[in-house]
T-cell receptor, first 114, second 113 residues
Framework: QQQVKQSPQSLIVQKGGISIINCAYE??????FPWYQQFPGKGPALLIA?????SEKKEGRFTISFNKSAKQFSLHIMDSQPGDSATYFC?????????????FGQGTILTVHP | DGGITQSPKYLFRKEGQNVTLSCEQN?????MYWYRQDPGQGLRLIYY???????QKGDIAEGYSVSREKKESFPLTVTSAQKNPTAFYLC????????????FGPGTRLTVT
């Protein structure tokens, strides 16, 4: 019930392409869904987050799509760049904020080839 | 500069020894968290504290202990009871209310041999 399942485990994209990472959850009490970006040897940093009252949120080249009925959400990176190469984690929490427990997906290693 | 400091960046210990990882934040955040990261398993919550002198077990608390005597500090002790302590440990903090996010420190890589 508390799991967040993330796929794919790794992704290779050419520069300029679209990177898509998917997450699915079971617990319908989750109401806050952030995405984190992590570079090797560093801590994760918040990329973008969404609450279930909207189906899509866009910030620059990054877009979250949210499907409440399917209990799925995804990250789309448009015009992918080599500098986007990193590990991406989806997460979910209850209470509309990250103040409580964040449950993380397993992570996706993104490689963008020049 | 405001932020989260974790020290040291790399830590080596012999099996059977307890080791304490430091986490300090000057963001005036109420809540602090410890996560463990292993390849292919994402981040797993060890302990968290939402107020001074109080903390709760996360999903993988066995073999770990924490204290929260000051708002800005949340040290994690990896005890000899932790069966597989080699990992990357991340500390995070946040405040209450919508709009506040969990900010992560740079992490400590612990190697136990």
């Amino acid at each position: 019930q508390q799991q967040v399942k993330q796929s794919p485990q790794s992704l290779i994209v050419q520069k300029g392409g679209i990177s898509i990472i998917n997450c699915a959850y079971e617990n319908t009490a989750f109401d806050y869904f952030p995405w984190y970006q992590q570079f090797p040897g560093k801590g994760p940093a918040l990329l973008i987050a969404i609450r279930p009252d909207v189906s899509e949120k866009k910030e620059g080249r990054f877009t979250i799509s949210f499907n409440k009925s399917a209990k799925q959400f995804s990250l789309h990176i448009m015009d992918s760049q080599p500098g986007d190469s990193a590990t991406y984690f989806c997460a979910a929490s209850i209470g509309g904020t990250s103040y409580g427990k964040l449950t993380f997906g397993q992570g996706t290693i993104l490689t963008v080839h020049p | 500069d405001g932020g989260i400091t974790q020290s040291p960046k790399y830590l080596f210990r012999k099996e059977g020894q307890n080791v304490t990882l430091s986490c300090e934040q000057n963001l005036n955040h109420d809540a602090m968290y410890w996560y463990r990261q292993d390849p292919g398993q994402g981040l797993r919550l060890i302990y968290y504290s939402q107020i001074v002198n109080d903390f709760q077990k996360g999903d993988i608390a066995e073999g770990y202990s924490v204290s929260r005597e000051k708002k800005e500090s949340f040290p994690l002790t990896v005890t000899s009871a932790q069966k597989n302590p080699t990992a990357f440990y991340l500390c995070a903090s946040t405040n209450t209310g919508a709009g506040y996010e969990q900010y992560f420190g740079p992490g400590t890589r612990l190697t136990v041999t």
